[in-house]
């Protein structure tokens, strides 16, 4: 598609932009789907074909790099896609970006980058092209910058904020975790509910909501999905994507997800989308894959969604399991890892990634836990089925971290990769 540009008052105004339409590991920024643009000297804004504001990225000398931008989530936060600096962004993350949220143990790979003078300046500018956008005169323009004049004139700031709210009141709240996987479509997902809760409570962790395992309705999956139909509106062809929530999907049995995945095909449209490999995120436990039977699987692996689940197993070692509050046995959780090499082997559509800790103070015995089940239960290295540390709120020095997680990166016979929250 050739973007027609008109240059109105110092913006470039671009209505209509095609972005790449399927998600790749690229070392330069890439934008995905159909978006608009305007330009100023200073700045390059895209929106949402709801005239929503979703990048800015800066464009002169004051930016700190060329290539790092920020990046507004359906759930009205903001994250600063960062190239990691010297850290080495992909060695680390498996991406060539780290998404960073204002969540202390994201910050491993350098400073706050929402303190920063030029991000801060970039929102201001921002806040201009929004009270520029609401007084120019559009007389002179052309129909499609006239209606995303329009469309951007309607999203305020506060209209913004609440388009964050009706997202979270849809699907009964915030998602406060999203599977490390959901970085294979830049966490570009829609959120759909199926069971609230989860199995375990563990003492450590810092997203349980407290309650038992409870799955939803038929009725209340049909009623989320035909909500975030209209919720996306036209922005809807952009997203292929679908978060099965909260912490144990799996867990909701066949008939739940089968159901849930199919209504979401359906009733979202995933099918006219116009990105390509529609995938299907959901976290899943040692209990919930021990009880998931070869059915279930068989179900996943024919829909027409690439599945990925994540299973949080923590640590191979009882006394970390222990001291972190997590009501597993060594040998359930070495079994549960045994039935994800299993069903990562035997599914060609179906990929079981797993979560260890990763943190200061930890048992000596915690690391080659993970070791004897990550590099002896295989004998070779197998490109399927990542192995996620995730940070602790204890991380101690970031360097010793980082050089703990090389050593094990490189014993380790699956991709191994530090597990960045983010939330949506
Ligand atoms: S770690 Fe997982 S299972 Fe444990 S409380 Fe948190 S969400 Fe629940």
Not at 10 to 31: C, D, F, H, N, V
Request: include cysteine; proline fraction near 4%.
């Amino acid at each position: 598609m050739t973007a027609e540009i008109s240059n109105i008052d110092k913006l470039a105004i671009i209505p209509e932009k095609q972005g790449a339409t399927e998600y790749i590991k690229i070392s330069y920024p890439l934008r995905y789907g159909r978006y608009s643009e305007i330009r100023t000297p200073a700045h390059i804004f895209g929106f949402n074909l709801n005239g929503e504001i979703k990048t800015i990225q800066g464009r002169t000398g004051d930016w700190l790099t060329s290539a790092e931008w920020l990046k507004r989530t359906a759930g009205n936060d903001w994250q600063y896609f960062s190239a990691g600096g010297y850290s080495g962004a992909h060695n680390y993350t498996g991406e060539y970006y780290i998404p960073c949220l204002p969540y202390r143990t994201n910050t491993i790979f350098g400073g706050d980058a929402f303190k920063r003078e030029e991000v801060g300046e970039a929102f201001a500018a921002w806040h201009r092209l929004a009270e520029k956008i609401e007084s120019i005169d559009t007389a002179g323009f052309k129909d499609a910058e006239a209606a995303l004049s329009q469309r951007i004139r309607q999203m305020t700031p506060e209209k913004l904020k609440e388009r964050g709210r009706r997202l979270h009141r849809i699907i009964g709240g915030m998602v406060t975790v999203l599977p490390p996987d959901t970085r294979h479509v830049e966490y570009d997902v829609i959120p759909v509910t199926v069971a609230d809760g989860c199995l375990y409570n563990c003492a450590f962790c810092r997203v349980k909501t407290g309650r038992g395992f409870s799955v939803r309705s038929r009725q209340a999956v049909v009623d989320q999905l035909s909500a975030l139909k209209q919720f996306y509106g036209p922005d809807l062809i952009n997203y292929n994507s679908v978060f099965l929530g909260q912490h144990d999907a799996l867990y909701a049995g066949i008939e739940m997800l089968g159901f849930a995945a199919q209504k979401a095909w359906e009733i979202l449209e995933l099918g006219k989308s116009i990105m390509k490999d529609p995938r299907l995120f959901l976290f899943g436990s040692a209990d919930s894959i021990l009880a998931a039977d070869e059915a279930l699987f068989e179900m996943l692996n024919s829909l027409p969604f690439y599945t990925y689940i994540n299973l949080g197993l923590e640590s191979g070692d009882a006394r970390t399991l222990s001291m972190l509050g997590k009501p597993l046995s060594t040998e359930k959780v070495a079994d549960a890892f045994d039935r994800m090499l299993e069903v990562n082997r035997r599914y060609e559509n179906v990929e079981i990634t797993a979560n260890f800790v990763i943190g200061a103070g930890l048992p000596d015995n915690h690391l080659p836990s993970i070791l004897d089940l990550t590099r002896s239960r295989l004998n070779r290295f197998c490109p399927k089925g990542a192995v996620y540390l995730s940070p602790l709120e204890e991380t101690g020095d970031k360097n010793r971290l980082l050089t703990s997680f090389n050593k094990f990166k490189t014993l380790c016979r699956l991709p191994a990769y530090i597990y960045l929250i983010q939330r949506l």
